[in-house]
């Protein structure tokens, strides 16, 4: 399995407050970009696999939903996290 709980913990400590802060719109951001980069590798292997294709949209606009809601709540912990994780604007 590609995530492990030491894995989430990891991901947690360090976009979080701390390691069991799983609720920070950080951590949560942080956690969907993993799993987006994992489900887009996997797709470049098997091009025809729609249910994973229609994972990852889902994710993608999961993620956009709490950037945007990070965007309006603390513009500076969005700036901070989108050059973190390397996103675009």
Do not use: C, P, W
């Amino acid at each position: 399995m590609y995530l492990t709980s030491e894995i989430k913990k990891d991901i947690f400590s360090q976009h979080g407050k701390t390691a069991t802060d799983t609720g920070s719109a950080e951590g949560q951001i942080a956690l969907f970009t993993l799993r987006i980069q994992h489900l887009t590798e996997h797709l470049k292997v098997y091009k025809n696999d729609k249910g994973t294709q229609r994972s990852l949209v889902r994710l993608v606009g999961k993620r956009r939903r709490l950037l945007d809601y990070l965007k309006e709540k603390d513009i500076e912990r969005y700036r901070d996290i989108v050059k973190k994780l390397n996103l675009r604007k």
